[in-house]
Every structure is written in C-alpha cells, then in structure tokens.
C-alpha cells in the first residue's frame, strides 16, 4: 500500500483545508462581534458617551499663579 501517496493526497488537503475553515470562524466570529458592538455604542445615548472630566481646575484658570 502506498502510504506517502495516501498522506499527500487525504491526509494533507484534509489539514489545510480544515486549518482554513478555522480561520474563516475565527474570522466570522470575530467581525460579529464587532458589529454587535457598533450597534451596542450606536444604541447608547449621546449624553453617555462623552467622558466625565474629573479634574476641571484644568479647564477653568481663574488664578494664574495656581495654573503654574
């Protein structure tokens, strides 16, 4: 029986098809999850999106010797 015959022509198209497949969920699976999140953010309110500013001495400089 050729047995190198068997292994090139089954056994190695069966792996880099199979490796393929696998990558192409990974890939699928992937792109869902990034347009479940898309919809996720588009679904948030736009008043919840902007970062709170914790430290707002920054903004408002009244006191230029407490800005330096």
């Keep these: 029986m050729n047995y190198f ?3 090139f ?3 190695m198209p069966g792996i ?3 490796g ?3 990558v192409a969920l ?3 699976a992937q792109r869902r999850s990034r347009s479940r999140q898309r919809v996720r ?3 948030v309110p736009a008043r919840h999106k902007m970062q ?3 430290d707002r001495t920054k903004l408002y400089v009244h006191d ?3 800005a330096a």
């Design 5 to 7: 015959g068997l292994f």
């Design 9 to 11: 022509s089954f056994m």
């Design 41 to 43: 953010r588009a679904a």
């Design 52 to 54: 709170p500013l914790t």
């Design 64 to 66: 230029m010797n407490a």
């Design 20 to 22: 393929m497949g696998a």
């Design 26 to 28: 990974h890939q699928e």
């Design 16 to 18: 880099i098809l199979g």
